[in-house]
């Protein structure tokens, strides 16, 4: 199945800088959140939302899904 | 002298132009280490009670730090600490660039400045040489122009230039003190305390580098965080600067929005860091953002400044004014519901420009923009203006009058707070201020640990004083470098949160005193972690600092700043938060319906006082508690406190303020623990005069900036000259070879 992805601040390093932070994902049925994570190499603590709706790492993914990773922001920035 | 430092404090009394160096005893140092604590110890020793934030008796001090002018990434920081005009608490803000470092070559820890010189003028060092010049030909000029000025004038493009622009000189109460004409200590309005000392700035030039114990371990961590960077959690906050979080701030309902009514904002992807980075940045024209669109600090790897330009239209903007940061894109854009890019560059280079905090005056903005909306405030009051959200060209011509302190300018001149008590009308509904200060774009309905924070933190709410919540459970192993092993659900806000508030709270405040980047050096995401920073900070010094120490150096800060407003009357009371996030749930995103529920607040700040060990009814520092970090010399037998004194002369001590307890009513100033001594050393030319009052603005009558009067000027001390302006990578610590120096 496929899934669109799009990557937010940092996060966009993981893509080619040509997307912008923006692509599609081929994964195996059945997939969950947590296996798209380590297919794109994330490492930091991200929050997820999937069609809108933040979901957790063992949400279970559906062909055609919009997924958005965002950084958890933590300590404050200036 | 230790390690690290140069031992050497200057100290100017602008009123007579005296000024003399003290070489503080090593134990002054291994006490407060640098920083805050150190500048706090000339207030707490020379300042009385009840002194005009704007007066002669205010101190001014300013500090580097232990690891400042070293080669690691994040040492370039200065503090800065006063009486604050805008709150009336203590003052306290950090800055970075390349100045700290420059300080600490030409040979100063520190810079204490007493007095009101009778005019402008400015304070010439040069490898511990140092002098006061008439400042006549700059008072008046933006910051960029008096940068090219000094140069000029000193023939030396590589001086870095400290100094107040014309909001400083104009008294705006969150006046910034800048360098590089885009980098501030922008907070608590310090840079008024300059105007009214008539300092317009500091100039300094110096050549030596600072002497380390152990230069082979702090090489070594030199070089694993450079080559760490592009790995860590750092690596997108170098590419895309603090802007970065603006997505996961909305995504996590945590960007104030429309001065803090909602937390989401609908257009938050037109003022994000990877469109300003995309579309702004110098250079993002061929793809060369990261060559020319970053700035960095003094040797620092991370390189998180933003270099942006507005090239044509009616927000055309200089890169030279920097570009905006996390605060200053929430603060004008979503606080202001204002999604125009170019006007916030406009309204951060304008802030730059006339030297002001970007958190205050956006803020201070979006709650003219609340009361007008809300039909508390109207054309009469603003002079026939219409003060919409949304509305960026109004925007931006605010933040210039509020510069030069100009008609409506002139009363959102005062902060949000003062000119919520002179309309009246109930527009302090609209209030998001702690101790006055307006509170930065971190939301405590979202984040509890800061709702503790922002109520009990001396200066007013601060955003960088202590790490945020997600990081508890997100770094665990750090966390538990600091004795915080369990963490907690998000907006929880029992013991446990309570105590992480208060332990990073030490930790951040070391960070303070220590004086290093917060984005480098920290207990979660930064960089370094903080056993390693307690291993820069001993191979600098060759002290063996431990962790338990840098926690201890950082509460013995926080009590010398309660200490500090307990003198003033100053106590838990003044730390209520905002109406609007007890009253007003939340709207829209993912924090919809958010509010902080006042009963577990007053609990949790019970819990808060507790734990610090201060008083739970006035939250003024206990005798046993200041004793306990050494500070015994604040504390004083009896009921008695020093008051306000109307005629400058040393008051009567009077009774504290009621509903004090009798734990609190013992903090008096003493004799320093500190012996110096003082080696006296006379300025090549001092300018001496007597005082003169300075006139302090009447609200409603608004002075603009004097137009630039250039003159031809000649240095008394003669530099080399420099081959050019600053190239855009900036000179790092590889660049210039270390000084020989006899210790
Ligand atoms: S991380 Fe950024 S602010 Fe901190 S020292 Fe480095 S360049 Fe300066």
Redesign the pocket.
């Known amino acids: 199945m496929r899934v669109e992805v799009r990557l937010h601040g940092g996060l966009r390093e993981l893509l080619p800088v040509a997307a912008r932070g923006r692509g599609e994902l081929e994964l195996l049925t059945g997939a969950a959140v947590a296996d798209l994570l380590a297919q794109l190499g994330v490492q930091r603590t991200v929050v997820v939302a999937c069609n809108n709706e933040e979901v957790p790492a063992t949400h279970a993914l559906q062909d055609g899904d919009k997924i958005a990773i965002f950084s958890a922001v933590s300590g404050g920035h200036k | 002298m230790p390690y690290g430092y140069t031992g050497k404090i200057l100290h100017v009394d602008l009123t007579t132009g005296k000024m003399h160096v003290e070489q503080p005893q090593p134990d002054f140092y291994r006490r407060y280490m640098g920083g805050s604590a150190m500048g706090l110890h000339y207030l707490l020793r020379d300042m009385r009670a009840g002194t005009d934030p704007l007066g002669a008796d205010n101190v001014l001090a300013l500090f580097n730090g232990l690891l400042t002018g070293t080669a690691i990434?994040?040492q370039?920081r200065m503090t800065s600490v006063a009486k604050s005009p805008l709150t009336g608490c203590i003052g306290d803000s950090q800055g970075?660039g390349f100045f700290p470092a420059e300080l600490k070559f030409a040979g100063f820890d520190g810079i204490v400045l007493r007095g009101q010189s009778p005019r402008p003028v400015y304070l010439w060092i040069k490898d511990g040489e140092f002098e006061l010049r008439d400042a006549s030909h700059l008072w008046g000029r933006i910051t960029g122009d008096v940068e090219d000025a000094l140069h000029a004038e000193l023939d030396d493009n590589r001086v870095e230039v400290l100094q107040i622009g014309p909001a400083g000189e104009n008294l705006v109460r969150y006046a910034a003190i800048m360098s590089m004409s885009n980098r501030a200590n922008g907070r608590t309005g310090l840079g008024a305390v300059m105007g009214s000392k008539k300092l317009k700035a500091i100039a300094v030039r110096g050549t030596h580098k600072p002497e380390v114990a152990d230069k082979a371990s702090l090489m070594e961590l030199t070089k694993w965080g450079a080559k760490m960077v592009p790995t860590s959690d750092v690596a997108g906050?170098g590419k895309y600067g603090t802007a970065e979080v603006v997505s996961g701030q909305h995504q996590a309902g945590g960007l104030p929005t429309r001065n803090f009514t909602s937390g989401s904002f609908d257009d938050w992807e037109k003022i994000d860091g990877t469109t300003l980075y995309d579309t702004r940045l110098k250079g993002a024209e061929n793809g060369q953002q990261d060559r020319f669109g970053r700035d960095?600090?003094y040797s620092?790897a991370?390189?998180?400044?933003r270099v942006s330009e507005v090239a044509e239209g009616p927000y055309k903007t200089d890169h030279r004014y920097g570009g905006p940061e996390y605060e200053t894109l929430a603060t004008f854009g979503s606080y202001c519901a204002i999604d125009d890019l170019d006007a916030i560059i406009r309204a951060n280079a304008l802030c730059n420009m006339y030297g002001m905090d970007t958190i205050s005056c956006g803020a201070t903005i979006a709650w003219a923009m609340e009361c007008f909306e809300k039909g508390r405030i109207g054309l009469e009051d603003t002079g026939g203006l219409t003060i919409r959200y949304g509305d960026a060209a109004m925007m931006v011509k605010l933040t210039e009058m509020i510069g030069k302190r100009e008609g409506f300018g002139a009363l959102l001149a005062e902060g949000s707070a003062q000119a919520a008590k002179i309309i009246g009308r109930g527009t302090d509904e609209f209030l998001i201020t702690s101790k006055g200060q307006e509170a930065p774009a971190h939301m405590p309905q979202v984040k509890r640990s800061l709702a503790l924070v922002y109520a009990a933190n001396p200066f007013g709410a601060d955003h960088q004083s202590s790490e945020h919540d997600p990081s508890y459970k997100s770094y665990p192993e750090r966390m538990a470098q600091i004795g915080l092993d369990k963490p907690q659900e998000q907006l929880a806000l029992n013991e446990e949160i309570v105590r992480y508030a208060m332990v990073t709270q030490h930790l951040y405040s070391a960070l303070d005193s220590i004086n290093v980047?917060q984005?480098?050096f920290g207990p979660a995401w930064q960089l370094y972690d903080t056993v390693q920073l307690a291993q820069a900070a001993s191979a600098v010094t060759g002290w063996n600092i431990t962790v338990p120490e840098l926690l201890e150096v950082g509460e013995r800060r926080l009590n010398m700043m309660r200490a500090f407003n307990a003198r003033e009357g100053i106590g838990r009371e003044s730390g209520a938060l905002p109406k609007k996030f007890m009253k007003h749930p939340l709207g829209g995103g993912k924090s919809d319906g958010y509010v902080i529920d006042s009963k577990q607040f007053e609990e949790a700040l019970n819990t808060y006082y507790r734990l610090c060990e201060w008083d739970s009814v006035t939250g003024y520092p206990t005798p046993a508690k200041l004793n306990s970090l050494g500070l015994g010399w604040l504390v004083v037998n009896g009921k008695k406190a020093p008051a306000k004194s109307a005629t400058g002369k040393r008051p009567a001590r009077v009774k504290v303020a009621a509903g004090r307890s009798a734990a609190a009513k013992k903090i008096v100033r003493k004799k320093p623990v500190v012996k110096t001594a003082a080696a006296k050393k006379p300025a090549a030319k001092k300018v001496v005069a007597k005082q003169k009052p300075i006139a302090r603005k009447p609200i409603a009558k608004a002075k603009s900036a004097s137009k630039p009067k250039p003159a031809a000027r000649k240095p008394v001390v003669k530099a080399k000259a420099a081959a050019a302006r600053r190239p855009a990578a900036r000179k790092t610590a590889a660049k210039s070879k270390p000084a020989a120096r006899k210790r």
């Open positions: 990434s994040g370039s970075g906050l960095t600090c620092c991370v390189r998180c400044k980047c984005f480098v």
